[in-house]
Antibody
């Protein structure tokens, strides 16, 4: 059974860098067609895709946030790490990681529980 | 602004059938599969429909999806009080090279 769990700081200061880790089980990120992505949701607002990484180390980023994002995977640890630089209060929200089995056109079928990140001085 | 357009709200009475629409364009819905998610308050989204009209194991047959051209719909029949929550559509966007989501629809069971 596939599970994912996000971890990282709950509070970051403006201009700081956020580092979030997604630890998963029940699948391997070296299996062809598999991807892991990050999606966030500001309080009371819609879902917004941030970044994703594929089994072949292919990476995609939201065009509006590309300059601030980095995504890496550690297949041996079953982890995916997202970093977002220059955090701002508007980046406050719940950050989810999710699994996709659908090859090159990522779509989430399993989600982590999410982690709430607040950006405030 | 979300790339996909959903009505912000929808409503129905118990037992009724309701539909939620999701509109896009040729670079997203027009050429790719559509997915639907149900998000209960304070929880992560849950996959409700994949590949336009397929239900994952455990999702009641009351939920169905369809797609035509650059639009898609989620239908819920036999509406129940526990269906009152938020619903999101999603698909891949070939121009953005990434997944896109709708703005979400809050369903109220009257």
């Amino acid at each position: 059974q596939i599970t994912l769990k996000e971890s990282g700081p709950t509070l970051v200061k403006p201009t700081q860098t956020l580092t979030l880790t997604c630890t998963f089980s029940g699948f391997s990120l070296s299996t062809s067609g598999v991807g892991v992505g990050w999606i966030r949701q500001p309080p009371g607002k819609a879902l917004e895709w941030l970044a994703l990484i594929f089994w072949d180390d292919g990476k995609r980023f939201s065009p509006s946030l590309k300059s601030r994002l980095t995504i890496t995977k550690d297949t041996s640890k079953n982890q995916v790490v997202l970093t977002m630089t220059n955090m701002d209060p508007v980046d406050t929200g719940t950050y989810y990681c999710a699994h996709s089995p659908y090859g090159g056109k990522f779509a989430c079928d399993h989600w982590g529980q999410g982690t709430l990140v607040t950006v405030s001085s | 602004q979300s790339v996909l357009t959903q009505p912000p709200s929808a409503s129905g009475t118990p037992g009724q059938r309701v539909t939620i629409s999701c509109s896009g364009n040729s670079s997203n819905i027009g050429g790719n599969y559509v997915y639907w998610y149900q998000q209960l308050p304070g929880t992560a989204p849950k996959l409700l429909i994949y590949w336009n009209n397929q239900r994952p194991s455990g999702v009641p047959a009351r939920f169905s999806g369809s797609k035509s051209g650059t639009s898609a719909s989620l239908a819920i029949s036999g509406l129940r009080s526990e269906d009152e929550t938020d619903y999101y559509c999603a698909t891949w966007d070939d121009s953005l090279s990434g997944p896109v989501f709708g703005g979400g629809t809050k369903l109220t069971v009257l």
